[in-house]
């Protein structure tokens, strides 16, 4: 399958400097907690999302144990630790797969047990998988738009014969889409299935269907798992672009300690389900126990060679 | 189960209205006017009832990944629905009825379907099949649903739209296929639309579809209903404009096979899978029984036609299942895109 040239690791993560960003992305922002501003101001304002107590466990392995976490609006917020450690786990709590055993999750000031997937998305809550979970009957155009689903008002008797709400409803969807699919440098493979893509493509689709529902939590699990190193700077970039277009507050798991420091405001460790670290990228880089956790270890792979 | 690409670059930059329009124009001016009362009543009335049932469960189990054994089920409730209406509803009009009777299929399919909220794949087969044991208990059961006559068979009412006739086999033929046209045109809007890309992404990823807001539940029971109702619609025709009298176990398990066959034969996840599908499943036993009579004479009596007959299909589904999962459409779309480069080389 020919490959476009303008595929992988043609742009840099800079040229989406300010011209690009700023052509014709969606205007109608749902503002971003009222009350605060961005990552400045939000230093002293309650937290977008706060953990407290998350324990889970499958049978017998502890996959997270008393996890408190906070997560300020604006900020990118990794989380890092070996295989196992428990990060995917503390994603699946956070948007509802999985039920924590013990403690809540406060999202936006409200307390859930067990966060409501179905309605993740009004919460202004999206993510990615670790594994791709695409939609591969659907184009890359369809995938982006159904990222727009839970908005839609009409009925399926208003679309199939077109009146109503709906035709307006099409339009909008597929105009966001486009515009997302442009800011993502995907336009070019707009009405490709998408399963036919390289990997590193689908995984930027997959990153769209997630912005393109404008939210105010993304979670990004390993975004650029398997990727080279020129399409990990790219999507650095979009995740950076991202955060600063959409005043989005990210939280990403991801095993590049390179990629993370760059990129994050704040790192929290995981190690066997326990949260050994929660600082800056240089204080978590000069953490006796983190080193010995899993810098230490990393460093034996060329995935560690940042630090 | 992908849906098929059908985009080529280098395809003639046709209008894709272009062959439906082409198609139903023979269908409705030159078809009448050539066609032998042996091939309507044999090929295509058949061919047409089966084709929308094939439309209607390709809805469900192509699009939205709900596999049902149940077809032939929603096909005799809608049947012995519309028969109903018909009878006891003084001055409805047969459109009436059978609007009503995809109504009555439709509301079975959904209680029918609400094992699917918990049951996925082998298991939502197996429980799709209380739908066919239950309603083909209860046709033969209460003979209220036959109006008493005797083993539950009823007599398909005369056929006429505004007080014109349609007895004859060309005036069956005209109805079925006013009603397939129709029906199969909204269909093909369903799963362009905003809901049958929520069908496709259930299908492939039920919980990313669920987190970004695709309401689950209900759009899987949206699929069961629609489905329904254009099956129990080829029902009312397969009853009405086929036979013209039909008996609950006409409506059994085997029909519910042929239609899921239809297709997996034709394509999943495709409109015109469908009718592709529904013209092999009805003119191989007619091809087979020819060819068989041809080559063994009085040896090849219908015991040894309907034996082989189920042989070689079930071979030739095994053959698709592993070398064309998806379908005779992607076959049929590879062999014209080779003809056109073919063609477009010279
Ligand atoms: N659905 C599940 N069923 C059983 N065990 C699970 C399940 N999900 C996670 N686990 C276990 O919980 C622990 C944490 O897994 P998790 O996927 O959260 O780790 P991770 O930090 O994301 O690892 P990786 O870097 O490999 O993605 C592991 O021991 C894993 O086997
Ligand atoms: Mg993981």
């Known amino acids: 399958m020919p490959l476009p040239s303008y595929a992988l690791g043609v742009m840099e993560a800079s040229v989406y400097a300010p011209e690009v960003l700023a052509r014709g992305l969606p205007s109608a922002l749902p503002p971003a907690q009222p009350s605060e501003g961005r990552a400045g101001l939000a230093a002293q304002a309650a937290p977008l999302l706060s953990l407290q107590g998350i324990g889970l466990s499958f049978g017998g392995v502890v996959a997270l144990a008393d996890i408190d976490l906070s997560v300020l609006s604006g900020e990118i917020r990794a989380i890092i630790g070996p295989n196992g450690a428990g990060k995917s786990s503390l994603i699946n709590v956070i948007s509802g797969v999985y039920r924590p055993d013990r403690g809540h999750v406060l999202l936006d000031g409200i307390r859930h047990a067990h966060v409501p997937t179905q309605r993740l998305a009004h ?54 889409a486009d515009q997302i699919l442009e800011f993502l440098d995907l336009s070019p493979v707009r009405d490709r299935l998408v399963g036919t893509l390289p990997y590193g493509l689908q995984k930027r689709v997959e990153l769209a269907r997630a912005l393109v529902a404008e939210p105010r939590l993304l979670l990004l699990d390993e975004p650029m798992a398997g990727m080279t190193a020129s399409e990990k700077g790219e999507m650095a970039g979009f995740v950076r672009a991202a955060r600063d277009r959409f005043a989005t507050t990210v939280v990403l798991i991801e095993h590049d300690v390179g990629v993370v420091m760059g990129l994050s405001d704040r790192i929290a460790v995981l190690d066997y389900g326990r949260k050994i670290a929660d600082a800056t990228p240089d204080e978590v880089r000069n953490d006796q126990r983190v080193i010995d956790a899993y810098l230490g270890v990393a460093s034996d792979n060329e995935d560690g060679a940042g630090i | ?100 009777a995809g109504l009555v299929a439709a509301a079975i399919g959904i209680v029918f379907g609400l094992p699917s909220l918990r049951l996925k794949g082998f298991y939502l087969a197996v429980s799709t099949l209380a739908a066919q044991f239950f309603v083909q208990w209860a046709l033969t059961k209460f003979s209220w649903f036959s109006n008493d006559s005797a083993s539950g068979v009823i007599d398909a009412p005369r056929l006429s739209i505004a007080g014109y006739a349609l007895d004859g086999a060309v005036g069956r033929y005209l109805f079925a ?52 109702f254009i099956i129990g619609v080829a029902g009312v025709i397969w009853a009405f404009a086929y036979l013209r009298t039909v008996e609950p176990d006409g409506f059994d398990l085997d029909r519910s096979f042929q239609i899921l066959f239809i297709i997996i034969i034709g394509g999943l996840a495709s409109i015109r899978g469908a009718f592709f599908g529904a013209a092999l499943i009805v003119v191989f036993p007619l091809a087979l029984s020819r060819l068989g009579g041809f080559l063994l004479g009085d040896l090849f009596d219908s015991g040894v036609l309907d034996m082989s007959q189920r042989i070689v299909l079930g071979a030739l589904i095994i053959l698709f299942l592993i070398l064309e999962p998806d379908g005779l459409v992607a076959l049929w779309d590879r062999i014209r895109r080779r003809l056109l480069f073919a063609w477009r080389s010279t």
């Open chain 2, 1 to 100: 189960m992908t849906a098929i690409s059908s985009d080529f670059s280098s395809a003639p930059v046709l209008p894709k209205w272009t062959a439906p329009v082409l198609l139903l124009a023979f269908a409705y001016g030159v078809v009448p006017l050539i066609g032998s009362s042996y091939l309507f009543e044999a090929i295509l009335l058949p061919f047409l009832a089966l084709s929308l049932a094939g439309v209607g469960l390709n809805i469900l189990t192509g699009y939205a990944g709900q596999v049902s054994l149940g077809s032939a089920a929603f096909m005799a409730a809608g049947a012995f629905a519309a028969y109903n209406f018909n009878l006891r509803v003084e001055g409805l009009p047969l459109i009436g009825s059978i609007v009503l």
């Open chain 1, 123 to 176: 919460l202004g809550v999206a993510r990615t998988f670790q594994n791709l979970a695409l939609f591969k009957g659907l184009s890359v155009l369809d995938n982006v738009a159904s990222g727009l689903a839970f908005k839609v008002r009409s009925n399926f008797a208003g679309q199939v014969l077109g009146i109503g709400r709906s035709r307006g409803e099409q339009r909008d969807t597929l105009s966001r």
């Open chain 2, 177 to 228: 296929l006013t009603i397939v046209a129709v029906l199969t045109f909204l269909a093909y809007r369903l799963v362009s639309s905003q809901t049958g890309r929520n069908f496709i992404a259930i299908r492939d990823n039920e919980t990313a579809a669920r987190i970004i807001g695709i309401p689950v539940l209900k759009t899987k029971l949206l699929a069961f209903a629609i489905s329904s």
